[in-house]
């Protein structure tokens, strides 16, 4: 069992800056890949960013590559989600995800409860 809590999320302006963090407890962090995933109002949970178990590895959806990082820290059992030049679409609740293997290879196993971000325009 993993439990995933998210924070981080505010409101911000249309190209300005947030960090999310998700920490991590219950089973040995470093077996999981990391993910995390947002939804926004009326619209279906998507991929956002996944990272594996090494952090040596990253990948991002299509609409946050380039404005979106994802790292995660072994040592203190947290991933992170930098996101910059933020757009009002980018407005959802973002949820982190955990699954167990060295890769993000399937389905997310395990979920956080989310955190709001709003940005306006």
């Known amino acids: 069992q993993v439990q995933l809590v998210e924070s981080g999320g505010r409101l911000v302006q249309a190209g300005g800056s947030l960090r999310l963090s998700c920490a991590a407890s219950?089973?040995?962090?470093?077996?999981?890949?990391m993910g995390w995933f947002r939804q926004a109002p009326g619209k279906e949970r998507e991929f956002v960013a996944a990272i594996n178990w090494s952090g040596y590895s990253t990948s991002y959806a299509d609409s946050v590559k380039g404005r979106f990082t994802i790292s995660r820290d072994n040592a203190k059992n947290s991933v992170y989600l930098q996101m910059n030049s933020l757009k009002p679409e980018d407005t959802a609740v973002y949820y982190c995800a955990a699954r167990y293997g060295s890769s993000w290879s399937g389905p997310p196993e395990y979920w956080g409860q989310g955190t709001q971000v709003t940005v306006s325009s």
């Open positions: 219950g089973r040995t962090f470093s077996s999981y890949a």
